[in-house]
């Protein structure tokens, strides 16, 4: 298959940072679309994937799935896209299109499913390079479209954090007078406590830390919970329908389970990996109560997503930075010091 050579941000190895690097991109085929990317969102997956915290990277790794960009050019069989047109590209870039998951628009679960950056691209071969590049080709089938209102650096991450949180808001038929309480206030969480806030729900904050409440209330909060302090969550014991955990790392969620009431539902949405300390099941048991998983949403929701925050006017809390200092943006992301998504200008990396 006949490529073309872009400039990217990536790395060759673990433990090396990331710098500009040549990648190769297949030329448009009949159903692709072409994008000159704008902005690209900077998620903690990015980071894992670039240092290989989860054993399966492959190198070198160009990373970026919060895409947003305008149409360079399509391919003579699209139909939905045209040269000109402002759209983005979320985690997903191809999948089986034959799964009961995919004729259910759960393409991210499909078995086959193609990520933005560390897939396999079927159509050259080798695996895929995400957002942090100059332009991507991508099928029309997994471009969506962003609603004219919406700013575009800020829309990016909606692209992840959006629906990552967003998805089980409306497996679990989140809507007026739903309790809904969310873990954790960082990229996720912001995003959880926006999302929820608009669908008419009665939102509350869990944090260990007193300097959150502000901004938790800021975000669309009724109440914000210090989760350390005893006699706050003794006193939220039974109230929940579903939380919503956007912790990225390994912590006890027993606490939170007994705060759900009869048939609720905490879901996992930020931390991968074993519980520790163990689930304890009593509370479950007494209750009804479940612990559950869900991993971002497939095509169809994230555009009725990207659509329900062009009605609602819901962006995220970012902070723009040019792609040369996204190492510099890593280490602040383990040090959780940015309010609440960084976005990378993609122009400078044209300078």
């Known amino acids: 298959m006949k490529t073309t050579s872009v400039k990217a941000y990536g790395t060759e ?30 998620c903690h997956s990015d980071l894992h994937f670039a240092r290989n915290d989860w054993g399966f990277s492959v190198y070198p790794v160009v990373p970026g799935h919060e895409i947003v960009g305008k149409v360079r050019q399509v391919g003579a069989a699209v139909s939905n896209y045209r040269k000109g047109d402002i759209v983005a590209v979320g985690c997903l870039v191809d999948s089986c299109r034959k799964c009961d998951n995919c004729k259910n628009d759960l393409e991210q679960y499909c078995p086959e499913w193609v990520g933005t950056y560390g897939g396999h691209d079927k159509y050259s071969g080798t695996h895929t390079y995400g957002g942090y590049s ?11 479209k962003i609603p004219e209102n919406l700013d575009l650096a800020g829309i990016a991450p909606v692209l992840c954090a959006g629906i990552t949180t967003w998805s089980p808001l409306r497996h679990w038929k989140v809507g007026k007078d739903s309790k809904v309480a969310v873990v954790g206030l960082g990229g996720l969480g912001h995003m959880a406590i926006k999302l929820a806030d608009a669908l008419g729900a009665h939102v509350t904050l869990f944090s260990r830390s007193p300097d959150k409440i502000k901004d938790g209330l800021a975000l669309g909060a009724d109440q914000v919970i210090i989760s350390t302090d005893k006699a706050q969550m003794a006193k ?40 520790d300390p163990f689930l304890n099941t009593v509370p479950m048991i007494m209750g009804r109560k479940s612990v ?3 991993l971002i949403g497939g095509i169809a929701e994230t555009q009725e997503l990207l659509d329900f925050c062009g009605k609602h006017n819901i962006t995220s809390d970012i902070e723009v930075i040019n792609i040369q200092n996204i190492n510099e943006a890593y280490q602040r992301m383990l040090k959780s010091d940015v309010h609440y998504r960084f976005v990378i200008d993609m122009k400078s990396l044209k300078a």
């Open 13 to 42: 190895a673990a433990d090396a940072d990331l710098k500009q690097l040549l990648i190769s991109r297949r030329l448009v085929t009949a159903k692709d679309v072409e994008i000159d990317i704008l902005y690209c969102g900077v």
């Open 134 to 144: 100059e332009s991507i080709v991508v099928d029309e089938d997994f471009v969506l």
């Open 236 to 275: 939220a014991i039974g109230h929940f329908d579903l939380i919503i955990d956007t912790v990225p790392y390994k912590h006890d969620i027993n606490p939170y389970i007994n705060t759900l009431n009869t048939n609720g539902t905490l879901v996992m949405v930020g931390y991968l990996g074993p519980l």
């Open 292 to 294: 559950a998983g869900s």
